[in-house]
Nanobody
Framework: QVQVEESGGGLVQAGGSLRLSCIVHGRMFRDYAVGWFRQAPGEERECVAAIGFGGGSAYYQDSAEGRFIISRDNAKNTAYLQMNSLKPEDTAVYYC??????????????????WGQGTQVTVSS
């Protein structure tokens, strides 16, 4: 059984940085692509970044491009989302997701196999 666990959320002032971590337990982490999603109150869940098995493929939502960096350490079964120059509109619950199919993460998230419980990120103005 695969378990996905996020950490690293919190409260930060606008312009600040946070690093989220996602540990995937139970299977060969290197066989999974990983995505970071967020959902603000009243909004749909959206993918902000995704990374392929070996880290060679990466996707960023336009709003994250140039500010967020997704990475992974397969030896630690962990993926990261470094978020810089944070804005109040980045406030949301951030979720980590794992799936063997990179395309599913970026295009059809409703079919993603495994999700974490989410971590709150709040950016104050």
């Amino acid at each position: 059984q695969v378990q996905v666990e996020e950490s690293g959320g919190g409260l930060v002032q606008a312009g600040g940085s946070l690093r989220l971590s996602c540990i995937v337990h139970g299977r060969m982490f290197r066989d999974y692509a990983v995505g970071w999603f967020r959902q603000a109150p009243g909004e749909e869940r959206e993918c902000v970044a995704a990374i392929g098995f070996g880290g060679g493929s990466a996707y960023y939502q336009d709003s994250a491009e140039g500010r967020f960096i997704i990475s992974r350490d397969n030896a630690k079964n962990t993926a990261y989302l470094q978020m810089n120059s944070l804005k109040p509109e980045d406030t949301a619950v951030y979720y980590c997701a794992a799936d063997p199919r990179f395309g599913v993460i970026t295009s059809t998230p409703r079919n993603i196999d495994y999700w974490g419980q989410g971590t709150q990120v709040t950016v104050s103005s």
